[in-house]
């Protein structure tokens, strides 16, 4: 069992920035891609970024590529999400996931966190 606690969500101004994490209890997490996804208000769950194993593969959506970073730390055992340049349309409710292999669908994973929640004002 893995269990995935993020942090660092808030509220922030149209062209701000912030850093999401991603903790994982687990001391297999370098077995693991991990994913982050988002849930705005009325609207299914949707792919943002993922990130193999090793951190030597990425993949974005489209909408945040040259925006958003993923990264990881094995020896820390979390994922990152560096947003910059965050516009309205980027508010929702970010989760992180874990799965065998890095997808874009959120079946491929088999944990997930609870969720923090990212406000950007215009």
């Known amino acids: 069992q893995v269990q995935l606690v993020e942090s660092g969500g808030g509220l922030v101004q149209a062209g701000g920035s912030l850093r999401l994490s991603c903790a994982a209890s687990t001391r297999t997490f370098a077995n693991y891609a991990m994913g982050w996804f988002r849930q705005a208000p009325g609207k299914e769950r949707e792919f943002v970024a993922a990130?193999?194993?090793?951190?030597?593969?990425?993949t974005y959506k489209d909408s945040v590529k040259g925006r958003f970073t993923i990264s990881r730390n094995n020896a820390r055992n979390t994922v990152y999400l560096q947003m910059n340049s965050l516009k309205p349309k980027d508010t929702a409710v970010y989760y992180c996931?874990?799965?065998?292999?890095?997808?874009?669908?959120?079946?491929?994973?088999?944990?997930w966190g609870q969720g923090t929640q990212v406000t950007v004002s215009s």
């Open positions: 996931a874990a799965g065998p292999v890095v997808a874009v669908t959120t079946v491929a994973y088999d944990y």
């Open positions: 990130i193999s194993w090793s951190g030597g593969s990425t």
